[in-house]
C-alpha cells in the first residue's frame, strides 16, 4: 500500500463533517482554506509557516482573550527612530 501525506482518520473525519453540516458552510469554508493556503504556498510560505499561522487562528478562535491581546498588539504603534523601546 502506498503511504499518502494524508491521515486517512483525519480526512474521513473531515469528509463526515462535511456531510453532515446541512448548510454547506463547512465545504465552502474548505474550500476557501484551500483556495487560501494554495495562494500562499505559491507566494511562498512553506508548510510550517501555514501551519503555525492555522495554528494561531484555531487558538484565536477558541480564546476572546488571546484575540483581544492580539488586536492591540497589532494597533502598537512602532516607535518613531527617535525613541527608545524600555
Do not use: H
Not at 474521513?12 to 487560501?36: F, H, N, S, Y
Not at 495562494?39 to 484565536?60: D, N
Amino acid at each position: 500500500m502506498e503511504d499518502s501525506i494524508f491521515d486517512k482518520e483525519v480526512t474521513d473525519m473531515i469528509i463526515r463533517k462535511i456531510k453532515q453540516d446541512p448548510t454547506g458552510r463547512m465545504a465552502e469554508l474548505m474550500q476557501e482554506i484551500m483556495d487560501v493556503c494554495e495562494k500562499a504556498g505559491k507566494r511562498g510560505f512553506t508548510m510550517k509557516e501555514l501551519s503555525v499561522i492555522a495554528t494561531t487562528g484555531w487558538f484565536l478562535s477558541q480564546s476572546p482573550e488571546l484575540r483581544g491581546l492580539l488586536d492591540q498588539m497589532m494597533g502598537l504603534t512602532p516607535p518613531s527612530e527617535d525613541e527608545t523601546w524600555n
